[in-house]
């Protein structure tokens, strides 16, 4: 099958059709040809041309769809605003959830390291990036757009994280902590260490022996847990795309605040679903992005949605 | 009249295109490293926009699948412009006594 048609039917979406056809196609025809042209034998080689090719077009759409979503000046600096304070608070998150880990197990890679802070890291910076970035005014659609775009591809990040590359380290830094050479390969995997293909299995044979101990909802809490996780870049992003208020040290506090708010709820969580067995696995592990879904809704449909300027339709002429 | 801008990228662009005319991606592989997938065919579309190249898809040979490649040429406001710069540069270069204010 030729590689790059789903990207161009993306691309077909968010482009401009002049986009499309003077960027995009180019860089498409360019995968499609590299990759016709390469060995079949060679699989390797032929994924990273494939991995060069995609990653080149996509990054083409991402800056085709800044170029026509964003119209003014204003728009791109408060866009490039978020994008650095986001960038900042990733990076000083990051670190302070990397530091103490550095001190007391000296053997963890950064590998491992970066793959246990990156999924926490994401949400709150992104959180930080947008409350500090945007103005305190209405935005325009397409900014809007943008930020939702750019909190979508956190999320994606977040889940290939947390799915699998941070229960790999995990299982990496267990196996090079073992007592000895002989354990090294024989380290079962803890429920920290399982990709979410296991989490899943382990939950399906659960539910169909009916087992409902704790055992059998931490499984399940945790595979719910990581795909919450992941996506509450999404979430805490519309909620701080909605609501606004005047003073970026009030939107700093309202900042704090919900990432505390959402970390008190994750714990409030676990010990209903799973100590408790009070509420199902899954509503437990959801229970932030339910409460923080239903506040931004809440807010998108009050008078002080900070979209509200921007996606009121023109009132009809006669 | 506003002097036409030219940026570091778009110089090598028009240097490269100079000799002969060419795809997006023989231009990222000539460039050594210097331009990047992800931006060569944005800079060219703003290139394109400015004048300072044209393009056109190629021919594609019958039974061909697959989207057809766009080759790039410079104009001739575009080799104006660059022949400009390097003069500009050249003088700079024959007076290295002079330096920016600081």
Same mark, same amino acid.
């Given at each position: +099958? +030729? #590689? ?21 196609? *180019? ?30 077009? @996509? ?37 302070? @959830?990397?530091? *103490?880990?550095?001190? &007391?197990?000296?053997? $963890?890679?950064?590998?491992? !390291? @970066?793959?246990?802070?990156? #999924?926490?890291?994401? #949400? ?15 935005? /325009? ?5 943008? $930020? ?18 941070? #229960? ?12 000895? +050479?002989?354990?090294?390969?024989? $380290? ?5 260490? !399982? ?31 990581? @795909? ?6 999404? $979430? ?11 003073? &970026? ?15 008190? !709820? ?13 509420? *199902? ?12 879904? /239903? ?19 023109? *009132?009809?002429?006669? | ?39 060569? =065919? ?34 001739? =406001? ?25």
């Amino acid at each position: +099958m +030729m #590689p790059g048609r789903t990207l161009h039917r993306l691309a077909a979406r968010i482009c401009s059709a002049s986009s499309l056809e003077r960027i995009v196609e *180019p860089a498409i025809a360019d995968l499609q040809r590299e990759h016709a042209g390469s060995d079949a034998n060679h699989t390797a080689r032929r994924a990273w041309i494939l991995f060069a090719g995609y990653a080149a077009v @996509l990054s083409v759409i991402a800056i085709c769809a800044l170029d026509t979503r964003i119209a003014t000046d204003d728009e791109r600096r408060d866009l490039r605003r978020t994008l650095v304070w986001t960038l900042v608070f990733i990076s000083v998150v990051g670190a302070l @959830l990397m530091s *103490p880990v550095v001190w &007391s197990v000296p053997e $963890v890679t950064f590998r491992g !390291l @970066l793959s246990q802070a990156l #999924p926490l890291a994401i #949400p709150i910076g992104l959180t930080f990036g947008i409350a500090l970035g945007l103005p305190g005014r209405a935005i /325009s659609r397409g900014s809007a757009k943008v $930020v939702i775009l750019v909190a979508l591809a956190a999320s994606l990040v977040s889940f290939g994280t947390i799915s699998w590359i941070m #229960p790999g380290a995990n299982q990496a830094l267990r196996e090079e902590t073992a007592w000895s +050479m002989e354990d090294r390969g024989l $380290v079962p995997k803890g429920i920290g260490e !399982l990709t979410i293909v296991d989490l899943h299995r382990e939950m399906r044979i659960a539910a169909a022996r009916g087992d409902d101990t704790r055992i059998a909802r931490r499984f399940a809490w945790t595979f719910h847990v990581r @795909l919450a996780l992941s996506s509450a870049s999404l $979430v805490l992003a519309s909620l701080f795309l909605v609501s606004f208020s005047n003073g &970026s040290i009030l939107r700093g506090v309202f900042a704090f605040l919900v990432c505390f708010e959402y970390w008190a !709820l994750l714990y409030t969580g676990e010990f209903l679903g799973v100590h408790e067995r009070a509420i *199902p696995a899954f509503v437990a592990a959801w229970l932030p992005n339910i409460v923080f879904t /239903s506040a931004a809704m809440l807010i998108a449909s009050s008078r002080r949605s900070r979209l509200r300027g921007s996606f009121v339709t023109a *009132p009809r002429q006669g | 009249m506003d002097i036409p801008r030219l940026s570091a990228t778009e110089r090598l662009i028009l240097e490269l295109l100079e000799g002969e005319e060419m795809f997006g991606l023989q231009l990222v592989e000539q460039s050594k490293g210097a331009l990047k997938r992800g931006t060569v =065919y944005v800079t060219l579309g703003r290139m394109q926009d400015k004048g300072y190249v044209e393009s056109w898809t190629e021919e594609q040979p019958p039974g061909a699948i697959g989207l057809p490649r766009r080759r790039y040429r410079p104009t001739a =406001y575009g080799l104006r412009v660059l022949e400009a710069w390097e003069a500009a540069a050249r003088t700079l270069r024959r007076q290295p006594q002079l330096k920016p204010a600081t």
